[in-house]
């Protein structure tokens, strides 16, 4: 059972290029969220998906978009990178229901635009 | 809108020490759960203990507990009989019940065990 994995682990983007973020749960979990995490500024939700197929804004989109055509797949775009960009992500997963509430996350993909 | 806030950036204690870490929430819920997140150097995000806010009992996993003061809006975590390893940054987190499944974060507490 691997949980939630993040590809890649590591990237370093120019300013101007594109690229996606991917994760995979294995857990058959209905939620699916994408953060960013900055020194002092703890995790900062992008998007995130209640289901397949669906998905909103969180506290700070701009600049990124999402993707979730299949249950077990959240994706992260970043059409023009920007060095403000550079920061550590984040996917996690969660059961949505009465009694699951735990999220579960990722290793975390370090991005950095220079 | 809900917001959680960690008014320690920093802590330092000595192994064998009881440290607190603190959290307050702003919410008009009425039901709705709270969480302390541990990430340790790996980067890793641990769960280290949820409250529902409909339980006035205190939750408690072995050397951690909350203190949950629902009408104060606090929601601190002790770590009884510290160990190099509960070295880590400390998230506190909320989520509404039956809501739009946000969970929010605060900014961390960085929290070092000393020798």
């Known amino acids: 059972n691997a949980g939630v994995t993040q590809t890649p682990k590591f990237q370093v983007l120019k300013t101007g290029q594109s690229m996606t973020l991917q994760c995979a749960q294995d857990m058959n979990h209905n939620s699916m969220y994408w953060y960013r995490q900055d020194p002092g500024m703890g995790l900062r939700l992008i998007y995130y998906?209640?289901?397949?197929?669906?998905?909103d804004k969180g506290e700070v989109p701009d600049g990124y978009n999402v993707s979730r055509l299949k249950k077990q797949n959240f994706l992260l775009g970043l059409e023009s990178a920007a060095p403000s960009q550079t920061s550590v992500y984040f996917c996690a997963s969660r059961l949505s229901g009465p009694a699951t509430y735990e999220q579960y996350f990722g290793p975390g993909t370090r991005l950095t635009v220079t | 809108a809900q917001t959680v806030t960690q008014s320690q950036p920093e802590m330092s204690v000595q192994e064998a020490e009881t440290v607190t870490l603190s959290c307050t929430y702003d919410t008009s819920e009425n039901n709705y759960y709270l969480f302390w997140y541990k990430q340790p150097p790996s980067r890793q995000m641990i769960l280290v203990i949820r409250q529902e806010a409909y339980k006035q009992q205190n939750a408690t996993e072995n050397r951690f507990s909350v203190n949950f003061q629902k009408a104060a809006k606090s929601f601190s975590l002790k770590i009884s009989d510290s160990q190099l390893g509960d070295t880590a940054m400390y998230f506190c987190?909320?989520?509404?019940?039956?809501?739009?499944?946000?969970?929010?974060f605060g900014k961390g507490t960085r929290l070092h065990i000393l020798p």
């Open positions: 998906s209640a289901s397949e197929g669906t998905t």
């Open positions: 987190a909320f989520m509404k019940h039956g809501g739009d499944d946000k969970i929010i």
